[in-house]
């Protein structure tokens, strides 16, 4: 997390966008023989929204997680907007 909040661009070993999904972006994290992910977006390019997280056991991305992420950023955009 420090890289990505330090680092004017972050490599994308760290943070990666996912194609194809509409704005979502993983953050990349390995605690020793354990990968995790989690879902971000940004807001507007100055503040990144975190959301979901998983363990990654296999090389392909599970949709259900993809689909998930985007239903949350798809409620964060609605609350947020419909209060402006």
């Keep these: ?6 680092l004017p661009v972050a490599p994308e070993v760290y943070l990666k966008h996912l194609e194809n999904a509409d704005g979502l972006f993983e953050v990349r994290v390995q605690q020793g023989s354990n ?14 929204i975190l959301m979901n997280g ?3 056991k296999t090389q392909k991305t599970s949709q259900n997680e993809i689909a998930k992420a985007l239903k949350i ?3 964060y955009e609605q609350e947020k907007y419909s209060n402006a």
Excluded: G, H
Aim: hydrophobic residues 45%; proline residues 0%; glycine residues 0%.
């Design 35 to 48: 990968i995790f992910r989690i879902f971000c977006f940004f807001d507007e390019s100055k503040l990144i």
């Design 1 to 6: 997390m420090r890289v990505i909040e330090t």
């Design 54 to 56: 998983f363990q990654k």
């Design 73 to 75: 950023k798809n409620e």
